[in-house]
């Protein structure tokens, strides 16, 4: 559900979810949907795009887009965070949490989970 970034530069991630998300009817407005990836052999300048697709391939919301800030001097470990705003969900079945990096197909993650209507809110 959320990200937050502590005191000491620590990280605590709230409301984490498995791989299925049951919803008490659909359509759904899911509030928020954060997301935490950590890459190694990132640098300086790199760019990322973090976008969401629903079961028929197709984008919800806009895509997530920033760069790993320039400062950063060779290849490292690095924290990606997003946060989408508000999403209408329309439907049931496997969403995708996509990241690319510099645009490179090789480098496509993609991350899992399954929305389906419950008749009431529960997450596994």
Sequence with gaps: DDIRHEMGDKFSLMGVY?????VAQLPFVL???SVAIAYRHVQGGDTFAIALQDPSD????EPIMNEVPKE???LTRFMIFGVFPPMHI???????VVIMINQDEAAK??????????GKRVVH
Excluded: C, D, N, W
């Design 90 to 96: 329309t439907q049931a079945g496997l969403y995708k």
């Design 31 to 33: 509030p928020k949907l």
């Design 18 to 22: 498995g791989s299925h998300m049951g």
């Design 58 to 61: 197709q984008t919800v919301g």
């Design 72 to 74: 950063v001097k060779g």
């Design 109 to 118: 993650r993609e991350i899992e989970f399954i929305i389906e209507a419950s």
